[in-house]
């Protein structure tokens, strides 16, 4: 047991040398011998006693029969001061070789862990038998031999499609793969299709079922199946990278989730709704409607009002139970996808295991085998390059000790900059608060068209939206934070408030202010302020991105003199997506044709942020976590912008009174009561539909279900949050385990040379 | 099967198709790109070898710094000299694709990483491969100490069973605990 305790210790200390000084040892030859005896006595020695004690000659053979390559391995590896025939020994194990034999044109060793039985057989009893017959270079070839056929009769217990994809998933040349398939589907000539004499209508059905069968597992979830832009997108990461990449990604998606909603809310409300137009006086059609959304707008499709509360003539449509029931479908959809997003994406980004400086996985993933142009290949070089120094030097130097008076500074820098984001934003939210009570009479000797003073409040949001993100910005460059991680989180942060409180004025506006006022048709001048809302924040985009964007980089290179262009701000554009789709989806209520214009919108944004993306911007030279970022883009969808949303909308529908004149909840005293309504009349035309409604009486309103569901829930969470415990236990654990036998392993050579000297 | 003439047989088409994670529009445009790298004569030959010399001309490879590496790996010529046949390619190509699975990205990681083919990622190959991420210039290329910190860095956090090299497994799960790992 001393000595076993020895050993160990020993080993830890040749572990902890980084230079190579000799040690002392108890077992282990000295590090300078070898290199001396390397050819001659240990390696003859090692022959025979292998020959008789292990079992590992079989694959030494066949490791390499360079001898100068094996002496460069071992006086490269005893830097870790191991004996030389240690290390051959360590070498040569089946373990490490398993790569090795797949560069011979014989190679049938698969190392997925599919088939554990192909790729390493370690333990003891069948490798020993194989050992004591052969003893040759042979011996490899009849090893994989028996792989192949191992591999062969696995393949033929599946079918042949199966098959073939497991074929796929095997890291073999392609050569090899047609040699095998040959082999192990040869028996299976009547399944096969590439046909030989079968008869018409069996090919036909054959192709069929095989095409099905091939949509059907390349059926990924709708949205990431959809090749849209993809060329485009292609060329735009080659050049920008993953950080801008995830930017374009998240409008797709964007796009995607809006024209689900139009063509559901087209297909149940303005398909019906249009095919039997209300009797209403038609307004003139003037350009400036496009903006304001009142006059010809007013009674169209576009908004509320012009629903009816009846029943349609001639299709037994009822609009009030399809308004309500649409509208709560969608979102209900929305809700889905987005959770189903989310939930994939935290899955992705949470590690079991954390480690906190993480290189090894930066350095062996952070390589973007998409870029192709040199100087974004030279780009990303410089990138890593700086990303590892950076780390490197913190470790190196350990942290800077600041002195009481520089931290002190810094607090105060902080606290500054922190107060004068709120301030802005408070005033910011109370000036809109104030001008959106306010009605603003703009003098007619200017001879603008009516109603453009209602233009005023939509323009001073976005103009808010457009100042104050640069105004953040540069809080935080005179803020300089140290890691950029945290420059971009406070950035988004402090965005984030700022587009929350402007919403979550206008919406109390709306919701509290608004219906108060008497206005003949609430809902219609809602919908219309958002849809100005949304228009004018799509106009001071254009004018930014194709203005305010080149004027930048005009002025960078000619004052600023700097040699580069301006970088995309990620942060700040992915932010204004989340703004504008939250609109959208509190005015799906009002205004069921916005997230048409919303789509035209995003379909726009594209091209054109592609377009000034080329001309006006270069990659960031800073590490953008891609999937970290994404995530966090899905959450702030998902937490303050739908939920906010659907919120706002189940208060609207739960509490305020519609309005008595328009739209398809009129005479009613809210819009929940409609849906009632019409659950009630669809009983009664199918009795059926009965037990359904009692089921949701018992269950839904009921408090107690309620408790009992959120309960259940409550109790999952826990479960897996201890199960995740569980497991990083479990994985500290067999990673020692695996260390141990490292080590025993090295232990058992060393006493087996010992016992065969 | 090989590839004849300058055609591809729909047979071949299919069966590459099947076997590799491209598409069929992929695989003739691969075809397409392949031909105009061979030589006159030789694209009459049936699995003709492209030289390492021409592969790398390529756009897509030409500035990647692995592009030797990549060639090696997935050439099965006899003397290891990186030649590529049109199946050698697709193989390539189908490593590269998105929708190849991850087990397979990281295994061929795995080996373009391995600069000496030793079945091991040991501290020589991971000063190349550090060497050629940050490039070649001499202000981006770290200085001896920082390689050996990040070495013995990459080191501690993926050898798990404390070798002193990186095998196939480790990298795998070190791969696996990186969600950024798309190319």
């Known amino acids: 047991m001393d000595y076993n305790v020895n050993i160990c210790e020993t080993d830890i200390d040749y572990e902890n040398l980084a230079d190579g000084e000799p040690a002392q040892d108890f077992s282990f030859n000295p590090i300078n011998e070898p290199e001396t005896s390397t050819q001659n006595c240990p390696e003859i020695l090692e022959m025979e006693v292998f020959k008789e004690c292990t079992d590992v000659q079989s694959n030494r053979s066949s490791y390499t029969s360079d001898e100068s390559h094996d002496r460069e391995e071992i006086s490269h590896l005893q830097r870790h001061g191991w004996s030389a025939a240690t290390v051959k020994v360590l070498a040569s194990m089946p373990s490490r070789t398993a790569e090795l034999n797949k560069s011979r044109r014989v190679r049938y060793q698969a190392s997925s862990h599919e088939s554990p039985h192909l790729s390493r057989p370690v ?35 599946l079918s042949v499609s199966e098959g073939t994809r497991k074929l796929r998933a095997m890291p073999l040349s392609l050569a090899d793969k047609i040699e095998i398939r040959k082999v192990a589907f040869s028996l299976k000539t009547e399944s096969s299709f590439i046909g030989r004499n079968i008869p018409c209508y069996t090919h036909l059905s054959m192709y069929i079922s095989m095409t099905w069968r091939h949509c059907l597992f390349s059926c990924l979830p709708v949205f990431s199946s959809f090749k849209l832009w993809h060329s485009a997108l292609k060329t735009l990461s080659g050049r920008y990278g993953t950080g801008v990449l995830s930017y374009f990604l ?19 409300l303005i398909i019906p709704q249009g095919i039997n137009p209300p ?18 707008f007013s009674d169209s499709l576009m908004f509320y009002g012009y629903y009816s509360s009846e029943t349609l003539p001639g299709d037994q449509y009822r609009m009030p139970a399809a308004y309500f029931f649409t509208i709560g479908f969608t979102l209900f959809i929305i809700c889905i996808i987005l959770v189903y997003r989310l939930s994939k994406s935290f899955g992705k980004n949470f590690q079991v295991l954390k480690s906190n400086k993480n290189l090894a996985v930066k350095v062996f993933s952070c390589w973007d085998f998409k870029v192709s142009k040199k100087i974004s290949v030279r780009l990303q070089s410089e990138k890593i390059s700086t990303q590892l120094k950076e780390q490197l030097s913190e470790m190196i130097k350990g942290e800077d000790k600041k002195t009481c008076m520089q931290h002190l500074h810094r607090l105060i820098v902080h606290l500054l900059a922190w107060t004068a984001c709120l301030i802005s934003i408070f005033l910011g939210t109370i000036g809109v608060h104030n001008l959106s009570g306010k009605k603003i009479d703009i ?100 004018l930014y991105t194709f203005l305010g964007e080149f004027l930048w980089r005009v002025f960078s290179q000619t004052i600023l003199q700097k040699k580069r262009k301006p970088v995309f701000d990620i942060a700040r554009n992915v932010l204004e997506l989340i703004y504008g789709q939250t609109l959208t ?20 944004l594209f091209y054109m942020k592609k377009r000034s993306l080329i001309l006006n ?111 990083r236990k479990i994985i500290s654990r067999l990673e020692k385990q695996i260390e141990n036998e490292g080590k025993d392993k090295k232990f058992l050579i060393a006493k087996l040379q010992d016992l065969c000297k | 099967m090989g590839t004849t003439a300058s055609q591809l047989s729909k047979e071949s088409l299919s069966e590459y198709q099947e076997l590799t994670f491209l598409t069929k529009q992929e695989i003739l445009l691969a075809h397409k790109r392949f031909t105009e790298l061979l030589e006159k004569h030789e694209k009459e030959q049936i699995d003709a070898r492209v030289p390492i010399g021409r592969i790398i001309t390529l756009p897509e490879l030409k500035s990647n710094p692995f592009k030797e590496r990549i060639c090696q790996v997935f050439s099965t010529s006899e003397q290891k000299d990186g030649s590529l ?8 190509l189908s490593a590269f694709s998105d929708s190849a699975t991850l087990e397979i990205k990281s295994h061929y990681a795995f080996r373009i990483f391995d600069f000496d083919d030793d079945g091991t990622l040991d501290c020589a190959d991971l000063e190349k491969l550090v060497n050629c991420l940050t490039g070649e210039t001499n202000d981006a290329k770290l200085s001896s100490t920082e390689m050996k910190q990040l070495i013995s860095n990459i080191l501690e956090e993926s050898d798990i069973d404390k070798d002193g090299t990186v095998n196939l497994s480790e990298f795998q799960h070190v791969i696996s605990r990186s969600p950024d790992f798309v190319r």
């Not at chain 1, 007619?444 to 001073?460: C, F, G, H, I, Q």
């Not at chain 1, 009992?708 to 969470?717: C, N, P, Q, R």
């Open chain 1, 123 to 157: 333990q003891g009893a069948s490798v020993l038998a194989e050992a004591e017959e052969i003893n040759t270079e042979d011996s490899n070839l009849c090893a994989a031999e028996n792989n192949m056929d191992q591999l062969v009769s696995s393949l033929q217990g």
């Open chain 1, 250 to 268: 998240f409008l797709r998606t964007l796009l995607f989730l809006n024209l689900l909603l139009f063509v559901i809310t087209g297909l149940f």
């Open chain 1, 279 to 296: 009797p209403s006086p038609k307004a003139d059609f003037s350009g400036i409607e496009l903006l304001t959304g009142t006059g010809y």
């Open chain 1, 443 to 542: 003098k007619t000797t200017l001879n603008l068209p009516k109603d453009t003073e209602l233009l005023v409040l939509s323009a001073v949001v976005s103009g808010i939206n457009l100042l104050l993100p640069g105004f953040f910005n540069l809080c935080v460059w005179a803020e300089q934070y140290e890691s950029p991680g945290t420059r971009v989180y406070v950035s988004v942060f402090r965005n984030l408030l700022l587009k929350v409180s402007v919403i979550g004025v206008l919406c109390y506006r709306w919701l509290e202010s608004i219906p108060a006022n008497g206005l003949e048709c609430w809902e219609s001048s809602v919908g219309q302020e958002l849809y100005r809302l949304l228009v004018m924040d799509f106009i001071v985009t254009v």
């Open chain 1, 585 to 604: 989806w509190i005015g799906v209520l009002f205004a069921p044709l916005l997230p048409g214009v919303q789509l035209i919108k995003l379909i726009v």
């Open chain 1, 617 to 727: 911007c270069q990659a960031s030279r800073k590490p953008w976590r891609a999937t970290q970022m994404t995530t966090l883009f899905i959450c702030i969808l998902w937490f303050p912008s739908f939920l906010g949303t659907v919120v706002t909308i189940i208060y609207t529908v739960w509490t305020i009174k519609p309005s008595e004149k328009c739209g398809p909840f009129r005479n009613l005293t809210t819009m929940f009561e409609g849906g009632q309504m019409s659950t009630r009349h669809l009983e009664d035309a199918h009795p059926i539909l009965k037990w359904l409604s009692w089921v949701y009486d018992c269950l839904v309103e009921n408090p107690v279900f309620l408790f009992l569901a959120s309960g259940v829930f409550l109790m999952v969470i826990y479960f897996q949050a201890q199960v995740v415990d569980g497991q």
């Open chain 2, 85 to 92: 046949t049109f199946e050698d390619f697709l193989d390539l």
